[in-house]
């Protein structure tokens, strides 16, 4: 997990190919995904979803990798996730989904990013 959150994409893919489970998650249900995610480590986003890394993944919160990667004003990261088919629709459980979480952040790009993509239909 530390490897994810600080972006060491070496060390993850090391990890990975000598069996770590990309699905394994810490106490509150977060993955390696979410934490990079979350800090805008975009290759190992991409890395994890490349290995299987589920998009729509939630923790204990309901909250997805893409609401980290958009409370933190993250917007390559949204991008990545949004190709691979993260919702921008989840609701976590306080009823907030990843819009509503860049705008509580001013992270006014990944706000137009999410607008542009609109509800999936």
């Known amino acids: 997990m530390l490897a994810a959150q600080q972006g060491q994409l070496r060390i993850v893919e090391l990890l990975l190919d000598r069996g770590a489970r990309i699905g394994t998650t810490m106490s509150d249900g977060r993955s390696m995904i979410f934490f990079a995610a979350g800090q805008g480590h975009s290759e190992v986003v991409r890395l994890l979803l490349d290995r299987g890394a589920e998009a729509n993944v939630c923790d ?33 459980r306080a009823g907030w989904t990843a819009l509503m979480y860049a705008h509580n952040a001013n992270a006014s790009e990944v706000v137009k990013c999410l607008e542009a993509r609109g509800p999936r239909r």
């Not at 980290?68 to 004003?73: E, L, T, Y």
């Open 60 to 92: 204990d919160e309901g909250q997805t990798p893409l609401m980290h990667a958009a409370m933190n004003g993250h917007l390559e990261s949204v991008e990545l996730l949004l190709e691979s088919g993260a919702s921008s629709e989840i609701k976590s």
